[in-house]
């Protein structure tokens, strides 16, 4: 049998069980990948533009099931890629059939009976470290708010106006034409008007990490949200607490989805990628306090124990020799996960499932490790005091609202409109990647035909020195965590 299929149950973690059972029905299996993927923006593996043979975004693949007549004691899976432009690709299928095609063939193993080529020969090698899962006790994905442009707002005010709509006098119908709600399955908007009316929501607005470098405010009530991820995020509410904020699995390579904050944070935090679910670990855990008590800053905060698992607290005084402070684990945890050369030698293990993360027996090196995590924490969460001296200008006035954004490399300007722009920015802070976002032009594009305030302004010049610095301390990372004996 012969098809032209979607080609994510090719690698699709999900998938396995998929694999497994055709694996199990056929004999021989011919996968011609023909990539073309939009979703992941798929690039041949010299970097050229890789097309759809559809004027699709999923990418596709054609393959053939082959059931003989008796059944071989080894089944038999082979594979070849398609990369190129889309004329490229129709001129190699006119003129090639199953015997002139150059096969690979493939291995597939339990548990994710893969069928596209992987390399797991450090398998047993990362099978040895601890999985963030492991480590820490607690965690779950981000808010999902299913109405972000109602509950979360540039400022305080903007949501504030759109309260007094919600819980006023109009009609439930102009209300939902107003404000540009509609009903789902968990959340009917006349239900959540008759007890918004009960509550005082404006009290109920707080800072929130919405991606990264962009905090925002949301009227954070389980009356508006589809899923208020409360059950965590009270340990977050308290204050006084980092947390971890990673996906378990890729869309594609390379992993860069690791980011800090000390705020709730949306599931889109990291990545707002459909696989690439946003999970959060915080490092401390309080003792529960009545919700209403977590915004009054006068309530005596209650006492807080780490997130870590008793194993895993076990593990590390075993391979140190004495427990370090909660912090200083948080801090190494981070400084691994933001090693360049960690992300490339694990890359295949990154994709699938959350990281893992391995324990050196060398304190000396432990320690170093974790200071410079300490150093990229207070970078990522703004908290370093030279960033009133930074390089970076904005040297024209204007309206300040963005318009095209563009980035010449020859001046290192980014522009926010025809006039305006920021200058000494270089290729690789412009370019850089946490998650699924280029940081610096995903910042401006969510801002397009706003004004950008003074506030605004300066964030962005800063954002640019911590995107510099980050890449300069991942290189010092790197020296050091070549040194651990995995």
């Not at 601890?130 to 708010?145: C, L, M, Q």
């Not at 090693?339 to 990281?355: G, N, T």
Request: include cysteine.
């Amino acid at each position: 049998m012969g098809f032209i299929t979607n080609n994510s149950y090719l690698s699709g973690v999900i998938h396995r069980g998929m694999r497994r059972k055709l694996l199990e029905t056929f004999d021989e299996i011919y996968i011609l990948n023909l990539h073309g993927s939009s979703r992941i923006g798929e690039k041949t593996p010299e970097g050229g533009k890789d097309e759809n043979v559809f004027d699709i975004q999923q990418g596709v693949a054609i393959v053939l099931y082959v059931k003989l007549e008796k059944s071989p004691k080894e089944k038999k899976v082979y594979y070849a890629d398609l990369w190129g432009l889309r004329e490229e690709k129709y001129a190699y299928l006119f003129g090639n059939d199953v015997q002139t095609t150059k096969w690979q063939e493939l291995k597939p193993i339990a548990p994710y009976y893969f069928f596209v080529p992987k390399d797991f020969a450090l398998q047993s090698e990362y099978e040895k470290f601890w999985k963030v899962t492991k480590i820490f006790k607690e965690f779950r994905t981000g808010i999902a708010t299913h109405r972000d442009h109602f509950v979360i707002g540039f400022t305080k005010e903007e949501i504030i106006q759109k309260l007094r709509i919600f819980t006023g006098n109009l009609s439930d119908y102009l209300v939902k034409e107003s404000l540009k709600l509609k009903d789902t399955r968990d959340w009917k908007l006349r239900e959540a008007r008759q007890k918004a009316r009960m509550e005082k929501l404006e009290g109920k607005i707080c800072l929130y990490a919405y991606r990264t470098f962009d905090t925002r405010y949301i009227c954070y009530s389980p009356i508006l949200l589809e899923f208020d991820r409360f059950g965590l995020m009270k340990h977050v509410l308290q204050g006084n607490n980092l947390v971890l904020v990673t996906s378990k699995i890729l869309s594609a390579l390379p992993f860069n989805h690791v980011f800090v904050t000390e705020l709730i944070g949306d599931n889109s935090f990291v990545s707002n990628k459909t696989k690439e679910k946003n999970y959060f670990f915080p490092l401390y855990l309080y003792a529960y306090e009545p919700e209403k008590q977590l915004f009054d800053n006068e309530v005596h905060k209650a006492d807080r124990i780490p997130n870590f698992t008793s194993e895993f607290l076990q593990a590390v005084k075993g391979s140190l020799g004495s427990e370090p402070a909660p912090e200083e684990i948080f801090y190494y945890i981070y400084a691994v996960l933001y090693s360049p050369a960690y992300r490339k030698r694990y890359e295949e293990f990154l994709k699938i499932d959350f990281p893992s993360v391995p324990l050196p027996s060398n304190v000396k090196l432990f320690k170093e490790l974790s200071n410079l995590g300490k150093e990229l924490v207070d970078l990522h969460l703004l908290k370093t005091p030279s960033f009133d001296e930074t390089e970076i200008g904005f040297p024209k006035g204007g309206s300040n609202t963005v318009g095209k954004i563009s980035y010449d490399q020859g001046s290192q300007r980014v522009f926010i409109n025809k006039e305006q722009y920021f200058e000494s920015i270089s290729k690789g802070v412009w370019g850089y990647r946490i998650g699924a976002y280029q940081v610096m032009e995903k910042y401006l594009k969510d801002r397009k035909k706003r004004k950008l305030s003074l506030d605004e302004i300066n964030h962005y010049m800063k954002m640019a020195k911590v995107i510099r610095l980050t890449i300069e301390l991942q290189e010092k990372i790197d020296e050091i965590y070549r040194k651990i004996e995995i």
